[in-house]
Structures are given as structure tokens and as C-alpha cells.
């Protein structure tokens, strides 16, 4: 069974039990004297987050208390038992009583075991937990594993993450779990006409790519999955400053949870034919870097003027999304941390998403807040389409007067989504700023898990 879970301990695990600041004093009643008054010399009273580890009559740990919120508190945090690696002493650990919600209890401590360990001796908390019964457990490490796989390509650096090492770590998933891979390199996306993703790519020594992933039974219904994989974004020609450009390495976000979200469907084999595109790029400075003004025409057909070269997500999501549009599929899903103006609305644990189709936003919004995977609707807002236009192209990529920016950035991919069934755009953060119990500081995984199991419950 894979980090951290435990499945044949060798020693009998430490209890942990959940505490609140109404259950407290039973629980304490019934505990040992000596770790009684233990607990209450270390002043103990279940704050929520609060870990105590209580002594055995041997000087072992012989249990651990961890405070929650009261059952009817307004706001639970249910991934609080996420922060457990961080707090325990190495040891093989169980759940006494029952958090909250143990299933998503569980999925916090895995999900919180997750370090960042490319660059340094990994700090690998030696934690780890006996799964509790009744859940399912395979499905809770599909979905920790696809997090860090995520978090593992967002959080590694631009110098060792360009196109090219995200194409790698696309075919190497490909060969894994038996996709087709395919990729369209340089100028050869000029002869295959995308347009948008060699505009915004070829001023990087690193070339631009078109990463295409396939899977399952062509029979299946069609589900396409868009990731954003721009590398790095510097601006452009409209630079960046420093303070906004330090964790562009992020800004392939998208691709990496779109990477995350295939490997969790493949992996559960659900009843789907899979196609994952991610336009990977660098958007670099040089002196055939795309200008702002330049214009060109699409994969669409649609001419567009470049009213700023920082918006750049959207233009190789553009001739990504018409691609996927081209085979009419049931479900197209696009992710990538497209706008600022998403983080200044929502902030940056609750990414808005946009659909036309109603009963996918009920479900989304549902599977969303089940798996602690918080998403918020925003609208297509048709008056702001208007917003887009160019006074001598089809359509602008900025639009000037900065309002509303992350539904304005949703209208202009809409314009290249004509003939799917049903489509979902997340404009996702990828990132969490400052650690929080299961979210470490760093490279996120947003999205995925949510879409994970609203697919499982229409192709499981
Ligand atoms: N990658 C950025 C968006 C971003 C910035 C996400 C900071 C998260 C944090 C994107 O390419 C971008 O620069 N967007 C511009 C668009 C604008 C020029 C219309 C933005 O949001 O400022
Ligand atoms: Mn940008
Ligand atoms: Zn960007």
C-alpha cells in the first residue's frame, strides 16, 4: 500500500483520538490517570489543530489527542487531520473514534505527507497510518498520489521543467498506464496550423510543444482534458514585474492537474475515451517575441490582435480548445491559471469555474465541496462578450479597462468552443501561499480531484 499508509503493522499502531471542545472531557475521563493529568498539566483543551501525544506507563508514546471543531461549529475544516504528519513523531499511527469525516480525514493525512523532495534530503515525515476501515483506500491513494504528482510538477523549476521535460513526464505517464503519446514540436505546429501556441512559444530557446495523450475504448464516451503549460510566464514584451513574476514557474498549473486528473481516470479505468492536450510554452522575452498588436489568425479562423502579451494562457488555449472542439466531444474540460483577477475575486483556494451547462455545474459544485476540493461558479456574462472586440481583428485578447478579468478571459475561450457537447473552463491558482493542514506551502493540486469524481459517478 503506498506512503503513508500502513496495512500490516508490525507493532500495534498508536491511537489517535479526535477531540472537540464539548467531547473533551469525557474522552479525558477515560483515558489513564497518568495521561490524564498529563493532558491537563500540558493545559490541553482540544483546541481544533491542537496535538497532544500522551505517554504509556513505559515512556513510549502510548496515544495522541487531536483537537476539532465542535460538530456544530459554522466552519469545519475537515482536512484538520492533514496537519497530523507534520505534528507526529515518526511511529505507525490509527484513528481511535471517528473525525469528522474519516474518509476525507484520511485523504488530509495523506495528502498532508506530501514534501517536496527533488532538491534537498526529503524531509519525509516517517508517519504513517493504519487506514481505518470502511474506506476505500485505493481510491484515497489515487487520489494523494495524482496530488503529488501534481504538486511534484508545479513545485520543480522552470530550468528542469520547460516544454520539453513536461512532454517527457506526459509520455512517461503515457507508456505507465498504456495511452497513445504524440507530440508537435517547433515549427512543425506551423505546418499543422496552431497558429497562437508558436506565436506565444517561439521566442524561448526552449521549443513550444502541442502535448497530445489518448486512452481507452473510442467507443466511450469523449471526454478531452486541456491543461495551460506555459512553463514559465515572464509576460512577455508587457514583462512582468519581478514581484508578479516570481512564481511564474506555477503557470503550468493547468497541464499539471490536467496530468494529475488523467492519471486518476486511466488508473481507475473509468468507462471514458480519454484525450488530453496541453500546449506547453515558454512565454520569454527576445527579439522575435511576439508584439503587442501583432495579429494572428487562429486555428479558428479567428484573427486575433494581441492587446497584451501577458495574456498569453488564453491564446494557446485557444488553438488547444479548437483542436478539441474539432471531434464534437461529450465533455471538454479546460484548467489553467489563466487570470489574477480569479485570485482577486475568490482567492487562491477557490478557483471560479464556468459552464453553460447547468446540470455539470450542479454536479461540479456538488463533488466539489464532497471532496474538500472547493470550486465557485462565476458567470459567462454575455454583455461583457462585447468587451472583446477588436477595432481591426476579430477579437482582442485583452480587453482594456481590466474588469472582471477572469470572466472576460472564460468569454474569449468560449469563442473557440463551438461544437462540444458540454464544456467546463477552471481558472485555476495552482498554488497554496501559505501552508495549511494537507496543503503544504507550494505547487496545488485544484480541480482534479473534484472532476475525478464527478466522472466516476457518470463512467465509474
Ligand atoms: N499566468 C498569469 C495569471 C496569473 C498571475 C495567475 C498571477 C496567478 C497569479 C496570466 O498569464 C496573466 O498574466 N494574466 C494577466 C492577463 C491580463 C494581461 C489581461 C493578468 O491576470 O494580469
Ligand atoms: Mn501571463
Ligand atoms: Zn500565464
Known sequence: MPFPFETAPTAPAIPITFATKTTWDAIARDLPEQARRFASANDFTAKPGKCLTLPAADGQIGHVVFGLED????????????????????????????????????????????????????????????????????????????????????????????????????QAMASRLGASFNCITGDELLKQNFPLIHAVGMASTRAPRLIELSWGDPAHPKVTLVGKGVCFDTGGLDLKPSSGMLIMKKDMGGAANVLALAQMVMDAKLKVRLRVLIPAVENAVAGNAFRPLDIFRSRKGLNVEIGNTDAEGRLVLADALALADEEKPDLLVDLGTLTGAARVALGPDLPPFYTHDERLAESVATHAKRENDPLWRMPLWPPYDSWLDSKVADINNAPSGGFAGSITCALFLQRFVTDAKSWLHVDIYGWTPSAKPARPEGGECQAARAIYKLLSESYG
Open 71 to 170: 460538530e456544530t461549529a459554522k466552519s469545519r475544516d475537515l482536512f484538520r487531520p492533514g496537519a497530523l504528519p507534520g505534528l507526529l513523531p515518526p511511529g505507525v499511527y490509527r484513528f481511535a473514534n471517528a473525525p469528522h469525516d474519516v474518509r476525507l480525514a484520511t485523504l488530509a493525512f495523506a495528502l498532508g505527507s506530501y514534501r517536496f523532495g527533488r532538491y534537498r534530503k526529503a524531509e519525509q515525515p516517517e508517519v504513517r497510518l493504519v487506514p481505518p476501515e470502511g474506506v476505500d483506500v485505493a481510491d484515497i491513494a489515487r487520489m494523494a498520489e495524482a496530488a503529488a504528482l501534481a504538486r511534484d510538477l508545479i513545485n520543480t523549476p522552470s530550468n528542469d521543467m520547460g516544454p520539453e521535460q513536461l512532454a517527457e513526464a506526459a
